[in-house]
């Protein structure tokens, strides 16, 4: 039963990932904001070569509370499309050479495991983060297109997104991990009753990182929300207080984070609206410039079918 069970999951996840490789963003580096390889759990990466030769590629994951830097280099052949496990599958090396006795983190490997291109996987269960892909070798900037679909039966979590793109040539050592196109700083972050579903928010900070991966250092573009000092209920009652919370990188945001105990109890368990805006912290090898805002939305039981043990998962769009 558990065979079987894993081989559901695994097929969903490569479906999925499968169905959404092709006609996504496009350009030489791709920001994929969030990852998990929490146990059970299957994130698989799809990439696609619209160019006529075969690309080098930089995987640069970002993972943990400390946000830290692990890359390594693979490889992606003429107009294929290479669709794998984000965790590395046992028996195998980061780079899917056979090494007998490697324990892996939970992944599948490829899903067609005669594909010659060559994955980078990610050797740690249970963390989650982001990942930077970029070409380094083919002069365009419209080689690499990508999709991550994630599937996570303890969550409930189903979802597929594309890839954004930074729409910059990356061959000769230029621009890679430059998000610098990015650059939403405000959101409306709204809640739901938390007896109905529960909420949160992934954010990472973007800029340009190609300082650091050439230094193969942690990426520390910081960014300060602040709730602009109103926090208002389900109501549209405001109570006022300000409130600020730093996420340097990556990290989890919660609604109470930025709430005073008194605008919290106020609000109450209804839900509510938060108007924040996030001030960008930069340094010599760290320029930020906006945040990308997963929101995550877990249904409680009360709701009942068919939504209830779901878990949702969107990019939030800015705001005014």
Request: proline share 2%.
């Amino acid at each position: 039963m558990k065979k079987t069970f894993q081989k559901t999951l695994i097929a969903a996840a490569a479906g999925a990932a499968l169905m959404s490789a092709v006609g996504t963003a496009n350009a030489n580096s791709l920001l994929f904001p969030y990852f998990t390889t929490a146990t059970g759990a299957q994130s698989v990466l799809s990439l696609s070569n619209t160019s006529a030769v075969t690309q080098g590629l930089h995987y640069v994951y970002n993972y943990g509370t400390a946000c830290t830097h692990f890359d390594a280099n693979g490889s992606l052949t003429a107009n294929d499309i290479l669709s794998h496990s984000v965790a590395q599958p046992a028996g195998f090396s980061t780079t899917g050479a056979v090494r007998a006795g490697a324990p892996g983190a939970g992944g599948f490997g490829k899903v067609v495991s005669t594909d010659t291109s060559t994955p980078v996987y990610f050797p740690l269960a249970n963390q989650q983060g982001f990942l930077v892909v970029s070409t380094t070798t083919a002069n365009t900037t419209q080689g690499l297109q990508g999709s991550m679909a994630i599937v996570d039966p303890a969550t409930g979590l189903v979802v597929s997104y594309a890839g954004i793109s930074n729409g910059l040539n990356t061959a000769l050592n230029t621009n890679e991990g430059n998000f610098t196109n990015l650059t939403d700083v405000n959101f409306a972050l709204s809640t739901m009753p938390s007896a109905l579903v529960t909420t949160s928010w992934y954010a990472v900070v973007v800029g340009d990182m190609q300082a650091v991966i050439t230094a193969g250092a942690d990426w520390r573009g910081a960014a300060t929300f602040t709730n602009n000092g109103f926090v208002y209920n389900n109501d549209e009652f405001a109570t006022s207080g300000t409130v600020t919370k730093t996420v340097t990188c990556a990290g989890t945001v919660l609604s109470t984070d930025l709430m005073t105990g008194a605008q919290a109890a106020a609000v109450g368990t209804n839900g509510g609206l938060i108007r924040t805006t996030a001030s960008l912290a930069s340094g010599a090898t760290s320029s930020a410039s906006g945040v990308v805002m997963m929101k995550m939305q877990t249904v409680q039981a009360a709701v009942g079918a068919p939504f209830a043990g779901k878990q949702f998962l969107h990019r939030e769009s800015a705001s005014n």
